[in-house]
Antibody, heavy 122, light 109 residues
Framework: QVQLQESGPGLVKPSQTLSLTCTVS??????????WTWIRQPAGRGLEYIGR???????DYNPSLKGRVAISVDMSKNQFSLTLNSVTAADTALYFC??????????????WGQGTRVTVSS | EIVLTQSPGTLSLSPGERATLSCRAS???????LAWYQQKPGQAPRLLIY???SRATGIPDRFSGSGSETDFTLTISRLEPEDFAVYYC??????????FGQGTQVEIK
């Protein structure tokens, strides 16, 4: 059974850096069969695509995040990570890591982590 | 950026009724890149439909997807109590951002 688990600080100060890690179990990031993505959801609102990474290390990001975002992968630990710089209150949200299909369930998010809540506040 | 507009915002129906949810794109989206998700309070979204009309593993056949280009539909043929939730469409076509619709809440009438 494939599971994704987010981890990281729940509270970040304004202007600082938000860092989250997603640990994958039951699947191997290095298999190349999926993209690995971050999605966020402000309280009571809809879903926002942050970005994704492939096994090769290639990434794409939501342009609205204006170069503040980076996603990286550590295949030795079967983890991928999100870094978001210069955070403001607008970055307060529930952050999900998730898996995007390439062959099976192509171009759809088939497995989600449970989400981790991040609050930006001094 | 492709904007996905879902309608209605809220759908009030009774168990056993048919639900029809719309997702309209601001420009054409390949059917290969359109998905639907269900989200219940306090939970992560769950994939229902991918490639516009293919049911994900374990999804009951009362859920069906259809449509092409700019107009897509999710239909729940007979609502079960566990189907009352928020539903999102999402597209992975073209360039990022890979947008979501704003959601349709299906509530018990």
């Amino acid at each position: 059974q494939v599971q994704l688990q987010e981890s990281g600080p729940g509270l970040v100060k304004p202007s600082q850096t938000l860092s989250l890690t997603c640990t994958v179990s039951g699947d191997s990031i290095s298999s190349g069969a999926h993209y690995w993505t971050w999605i966020r959801q402000p309280a009571g609102r809809g879903l926002e695509y942050i970005g994704r990474i492939y096994t090769s290390g290639s990434t794409d990001y939501n342009p609205s995040l204006k170069g503040r975002v980076a996603i990286s992968v550590d295949m030795s630990k079967n983890q991928f990570s999100l870094t978001l710089n210069s955070v403001t209150a607008a970055d307060t949200a529930l952050y999900f890591c998730a898996r995007v299909g390439i062959v099976e369930t192509p171009q759809a998010i088939d497995i989600w982590g449970q989400g981790t809540r991040v609050t930006v506040s001094s | 950026e492709i904007v996905l507009t879902q309608s209605p915002g809220t759908l009030s129906l009774s168990p056993g009724e048919r639900a029809t949810l719309s997702c309209r794109a601001s420009q054409s989206v390949s059917t290969s890149y359109l998905a639907w998700y269900q989200q219940k309070p306090g939970q992560a979204p769950r994939l229902l439909i991918y490639a516009a009309s293919s049911r994900a593993t374990g999804i009951p056949d009362r859920f069906s997807g259809s449509g092409s280009e700019t107009d897509f539909t999710l239909t729940i043929s007979r609502l079960e109590p566990e189907d009352f939730a928020v539903y999102y469409c999402q597209q992975f076509g073209g360039s990022p951002p890979y947008t979501f619709g704003q959601g349709t809440q299906v509530e018990i009438k």
